[in-house]
């Protein structure tokens, strides 16, 4: 079987073989070897350094043994079971590049093909790579980072096509998400997140505004084989001042549902128009098969950073639940014909120039850091932030290669006394937690869930952690030596259950909440396995 006949059977647990652990994006194993009660004994068995002082946010892949890991600079591969390199090869980019990258200099991993991998490059490459020894098969440039673009995103591999996005929505860029052939690099389609005049929603934009929409696409979509459908999360419109381009502004904060063949959207769904505070879309959307109101309904879902769950229907994109998971005031709810937010004046005065404190802050009520979905439970499992943020709007020119943004930054969040984070397990339907594990400081980790009863994240003060899926009693805990911003991940080898998370400090709280109990944090990028001791 191929790596992707693998993924879309849904029930391989010897390997992880794509970005989310499953077309999906559901992030939940139906491995029970750790659970509730063997967790306890989950002892580390190698840690791989990356030699990296950068964060690390790379989802590991697992394919017969081997893991293919990245950071910023470099692709890994390393046997599984020893921890022993097998090869590294390095990734250079131009030394400017950083200047034009907004939240941490960071690669959220490879996609497996047919032997190669793929990954993107920070300045804005895709390029392909032998499985067998790290040599570059092609190289593609995507975009230039003179014009503001960067890439973080990990490829997605669907129906046959290498699919990316990109980075660069605070720069005055046009985001887009391009196919590629995985055999030979060929361009095959680009479709923009931003429209231009003449296409359908070009009217949602006023004059030239559209030429520096913004519009990112910096998280891997998920899959859908039977329906044949990519679901793509936009990011926020460009600049922050919503002032300078009246209108809806589509596609940003939106999600978009494609066919992976010719990158044509089938539908979409904007979660938030005309939006000020940063509110990107991209977080995963997730799929699953639920009941709604007694009916099985092929659904997908977002924990939107706007501060709303979503459930849409993934055939059509009609709305059928939206609730707050988090403190929300830009809006007290959404309309559930019109599948518009119903704003307050928090939003309205923003627009107009006014200071206004907003829940969540520009930081989301999620940021990027993955949910899981667990469809025993039912319960979706998501690291949350608990502030708010002040923002002003101010006035902004269009500068290439420069921020571009027309936003008061000097002092842009409202912490309150109590934590700054949740673990959340969250009833998709509602909004509602079942449990909350609170984090004094937030967590910016994947969570991943497991047939065992058991939830996985991480800690930006290195801890890796294992919760109750139930109750969200914490029920063991590792020292990693730096920070996570990693996604955990788990597979089986040989009868024995691993679970694999990235460790390295930095993401985007660390670079701009000012957080001083974080000095402490020690930077050292590495990859951490841990089974339960035999
Ligand atoms: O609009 C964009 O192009 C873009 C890109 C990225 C990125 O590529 O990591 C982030 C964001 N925006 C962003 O808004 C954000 O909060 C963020 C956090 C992080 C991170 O790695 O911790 N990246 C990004």
Redesign the pocket.
């Known amino acids: 079987q191929t790596t992707e006949q693998l993924v879309k059977g849904g029930t391989d647990t010897s390997n992880v073989l794509n970005y989310g652990m499953g077309y999906n994006l559901q992030r939940f194993s139906t491995l029970n070897q750790i659970n509730k009660d063997s967790v306890k004994n989950l002892v580390p068995v190698w840690n791989y350094s990356f030699n990296d002082d950068r ?1 690390e ?1 790379s989802q590991p892949i697992v394919y017969q043994g081997v893991i293919y890991v990245t950071s910023h600079n470099a692709t890994m591969a390393v046997d599984a079971k020893t921890g022993k390199q097998i090869w590294k090869s390095k990734v250079e980019y131009p030394a400017e590049t950083p200047r034009i ?4 200099i ?1 690669n959220r991993g490879v996609a497996i093909h047919e032997g190669k991998l793929f990954r993107t490059t920070l300045d804005a490459n895709v390029i392909a790579i032998d499985a067998k020894n790290g040599k570059e098969l092609w190289r593609q440039k995507a975009a230039d980072i003179k014009e503001g673009y ?1 890439m ?2 990990a490829p997605l591999v669907a129906d046959g096509v290498v699919i990316t996005g990109i ?4 720069f005055g860029t046009r985001g887009f998400i391009d196919g590629w052939d995985p055999a030979t690099g060929k361009h095959l389609w680009r479709t923009h997140s931003i429209p231009s005049p003449d296409e359908p929603g070009g009217d949602t934009w006023k004059g030239d505004t559209w030429k520096l929409g ?1 519009g ?1 696409t ?1 998280i891997t979509g998920s899959y859908d084989p039977e329906l044949n459908t990519v679901y793509w999360g936009i ?2 419109p460009g600049p922050f001042n919503s002032a300078v381009r009246p209108g809806d502004n589509l596609y940003t904060c939106s999600v978009l549902a494609m066919d992976p063949k010719t990158g044509k959207i089938k539908w979409h769904y904007q979660f938030s128009p005309n939006n000020p505070f ?1 509110y ?1 879309a991209v977080a995963e959307m997730v799929l699953a098969d639920v009941n709604v109101e007694g009916k099985p309904t092929k659904a997908l879902m977002n924990a939107n950073r706007n501060g709303f769950f979503y459930v849409l229907d993934r055939t059509n994109g009609k709305l059928l639940a939206a609730n707050p998971y988090v403190k929300v005031n830009w809006a007290t709810g959404v309309d559930m014909k019109t599948g518009k937010p119903i704003e307050t004046d928090v939003a309205k005065d923003a627009r107009e120039g006014k200071k206004v404190t907003v829940y969540p802050s520009i ?2 009520g999620k ?2 850091e993955p949910m899981s979905f667990n469809p025993q439970t039912g319960l979706a499992y998501a690291n949350t932030l608990n502030f708010g943020g002040k923002y002003k709007a101010e006035p902004v020119t269009f500068k290439q290669g420069e921020w571009y943004l027309g936003m008061d930054l000097t002092d842009p969040w409202e912490f309150g006394d109590g934590p700054r984070g949740y673990l959340k397990a969250i009833d998709p339907m509602t909004g509602k937690s079942k449990w909350e594990a609170p984090s004094d400081i937030p967590r ?1 980790s994947g969570v991943l869930s497991t047939a065992g009863g058991v939830v996985f994240s991480g800690a930006l003060t290195g801890e890796f952690e294992a919760f109750d899926a139930d109750t969200g009693k914490k029920l063991w805990q590792f020292q990693t030596g730096s920070g996570i ?1 990693g996604q955990p991940v788990t597979w089986q080898q040989d009868g024995v259950q691993y679970v694999a998370v990235t460790s390295g400090y930095g ?3 660390s670079l701009f909440s000012g957080d001083e109990r974080l000095a402490k944090v020690p930077p050292g990028g590495s990859l951490w396995v841990f089974a339960v001791k035999q």
């Not at 990258?101 to 941490?104: E, P």
């Not at 980075?167 to 605070?170: I, Q, T, V, Y």
């Open positions: 964060s946010e990258v907004c939240c941490g960071i960067s973080t995103v980075s660069g929505a605070e913004g990112s910096w990011g926020n940063d990107d930081l989301g940021n990027w910016f911003e993401g985007v709280y």
